[in-house]
């Protein structure tokens, strides 16, 4: 258990639907990150919150928002989804602010499927 | 955009075999990290390397980081099932940390 909780684990939805992922980040930890993985885009950063302020954004789609609540869990939601959404969506959580290499924990992910 | 690219793709090799996968970009990295992944989990974190030149050992795992801070390679010596895995390396500060597909590695018994 790495410390980092992401529910559910498994999701599987319909084309044009919204679903909300979540993350509680590891004890301490005032950063959270999501990042999606697919099998042809390997893992991609989307978005980057630190105590409750966004800090940085990737490739992450504008169907696609994120917010970091007063108790530092995080939520992404997805909506108007498409086949091509379907991925793996991974929280991760750092004690720092971002910069330097600090260390990421991972959760163990959500498997999201859209049909 | 910083790009890495991680060679080779998949490696399936026999317990007991010695194997190097390699981290590459046309960029300069502050650091680059390693990570590992199993089926079913989250990246976990191996080692972070910032010094060009540097070696970092991890038991049986081996990790080198280029002179010029654009590569980096990781060797195993006498793979056992348990290094089974995605192995990853990403380079760059935590929020923008850039992430090569990965090598896929299985070990057989």
């Known amino acids: 258990d790495s410390g980092v909780t992401q529910t559910p684990k498994h999701l599987i939805t319909a084309t044009g639907q919204r679903v909300t992922l979540r993350c509680s980040p590891r004890?301490?930890?005032?950063?959270v990150y999501w990042y999606q993985q697919s099998l042809d885009q390997g893992l991609q950063f989307l978005i980057h919150?630190?105590?409750?302020?966004?800090?940085a954004k990737g490739n992450i789609l504008e169907r696609f928002s994120a917010q970091q609540f007063p108790d530092l869990h995080s939520e992404l939601n997805l909506s108007s989804l498409e086949l091509g959404d379907s991925a793996l969506y991974f929280c991760?959580?750092?004690?720092?602010?971002?910069?330097?290499?600090?260390?990421?924990?991972f959760g163990a992910g959500s498997r999201l499927t859209v049909l | 955009t910083q790009l890495l690219e991680q060679s080779p793709q998949f490696l399936s090799i026999q317990e007991g075999e010695n194997l190097t996968v390699y981290c590459n970009s046309s960029?300069?990295?502050?650091?680059l990290q390693w990570y590992r992944q199993e089926p079913g989990e989250g990246p976990v974190l191996l080692v972070t390397?910032?010094?060009?030149?540097e070696v970092k050992k991890l038991k049986r795992l081996t990790f080198q980081f280029g002179d010029a801070r654009k590569d980096s390679s990781l060797h195993i010596t006498a793979a056992q099932p348990g290094d089974t895995g995605l192995y990853l390396c990403?380079?760059?500060?935590?929020?923008?940390?850039?992430f090569g597909k990965g090598t896929l590695l299985t070990v057989n018994p």
């Open positions: 991760a959580s750092s004690s720092g602010t971002g910069s330097g290499a600090n260390v990421l924990t």
């Open positions: 004890s301490g930890d005032l950063s």
């Open positions: 919150y630190y105590n409750g302020e966004e800090r």
């Open positions: 960029s300069v990295f502050s650091s």
């Open positions: 390397v910032v010094t060009g030149g």
């Open positions: 990403a380079g760059g500060s935590n929020y923008k940390l850039t």
